[in-house]
């Protein structure tokens, strides 16, 4: 099962998409009346099409919150022994949730479970984004920015008819809504040419957002020879992939193919031994001041480049210890392993909460014996 509909991002898409539809309709629907009876026709033919556009719009919508990423089948285990990540528990495993973990799958917070090849968590359909509902997503964003071109060109022509040659008239205060519908539609295209960019070369690369964000750490941390991202088929392979992906019916998310070479173990034995350097590596940090969180408080550069909406934040309070895995443009990735407690007590937290936070209000870095040793990334 996806994401329900009573979301504020579901709800503002519909919103978005009902504003950009209704006033294209109302636009439209004007112009019907101001041509010339032959010209009416084509108008009705054009205006027919846009709504069933917008029903196919409105169709991968739903089917990409309704389908979901797909989750982990109940009782899974892997084929074989794959690289343990967790001592004990063979093949890659799921902290959170306690059970092994399908190849290219990632844990979602916002979800509170694992997605099937997991690329981001997307608020607007209220789920994630992955092996089940990419296609539809990808659908979606590429239908959409369509259907608001050709309703900002409705809402263009419409207004000059209104301003320009003046052969529709009455309505003055229904021109601010089309005015407001085409801003829409504007945004909408841009925002969404940019997703499905992005999209597009996450399928030429057969490469998730989270794997992306391993792929890229994989040099991080000292090692003998370059890391080779094992689903990299090629560009022909991965879009293959991506077909298989759209219309096999065997389709089921849980088994990939792997480039030659590659073993469907590589990148669980890259997270495993990138998690395990962080832990290594980490640091510890105590807050010294409570962490805002408005705009005008933490700067621009922090506003500018603030985690993404489906990324989780924690709000260290002054005296709590935070362990520090990751750094970037400010914002810090972490965990806080001890709070203040009664009495001012400073006492462990179990589990640790994970999340961004921003660096300024901390002070530098404390001696690691005082925080707990049994935490895991």
């Not at 890391?227 to 849980?254: K, V």
Request: positive net charge; proline residues 6%.
């Amino acid at each position: 099962m996806g994401g329900s509909v009573l979301h504020w991002g579901p709800l503002c898409t519909l919103g978005i998409i009902g504003t950009v539809t209704g006033t294209a309709v109302f636009s439209s629907l004007r112009l019907v009346s101001a041509l010339h009876p032959h010209d009416r026709a084509w108008e009705w033919v054009k205006l027919i099409t846009f709504i069933t556009w917008v029903m196919g719009i409105l169709y991968c919508f739903r089917r990409s919150m309704s389908l979901g990423p797909g989750r982990v089948p109940p009782g899974w285990k892997a084929d074989h022994d794959q690289h343990c990540t967790r001592p004990g528990k063979p093949g890659l495993h799921c902290d959170e949730c306690d059970r092994p973990m399908p190849p290219r799958s990632h844990h979602c917070r916002e979800c509170s479970r694992c997605s099937l090849k997991m690329d981001h968590h997307c608020p607007w359909i209220n789920t994630c984004v992955g092996a089940w509902n990419q296609p539809y997503f990808l659908g979606f964003i590429v239908s959409a920015p369509v259907g608001c071109i050709y309703a900002g060109y409705v809402h263009g022509v419409y207004l000059s008819y209104r301003w320009g040659r003046r052969r529709i008239t009455g309505a003055e205060k229904a021109d601010y809504a089309v005015l407001f519908g085409l801003g829409l539609a504007v945004g909408v295209t841009i925002a969404l040419t940019i997703l499905t960019v992005v999209q597009s070369l996450s399928i030429a690369r057969n490469q998730t957002e989270v794997e992306n964000w391993v792929v890229g750490r994989a040099g991080d941390r000292p090692r003998s020879a370059p890391f080779r991202f094992p689903y990299n088929l090629g560009l022909w392979g991965n879009i293959g992939a991506f077909w298989e992906q759209c219309f096999s019916w065997e389709f089921d998310g849980l088994r990939w193919t792997v480039a030659e070479g590659c073993r469907d173990t590589s990148l669980a034995e890259e997270v495993a031994a990138q998690r395990q350097w962080r832990r290594d590596t980490a640091t510890i940090k105590r807050a010294v001041r409570e962490q805002p969180m408005t705009a005008l408080v933490v700067g621009f550069r922090e506003t500018l480049c603030s985690p993404g909406l489906g990324e989780s934040k924690v709000l260290p309070l002054p005296g709590e210890l935070v362990r520090v895995f990751s750094v970037s443009h400010g914002w810090a990735f972490g965990e806080i392993v001890s709070q203040v407690g009664p009495g001012a007590a400073i006492v462990p937290v179990k589990p640790a909460r994970k999340g961004w936070f921003m660096l300024n209000g901390f002070a530098g870095d404390v001696d690691d014996s005082s925080a707990p040793k049994d935490k895991r990334l």
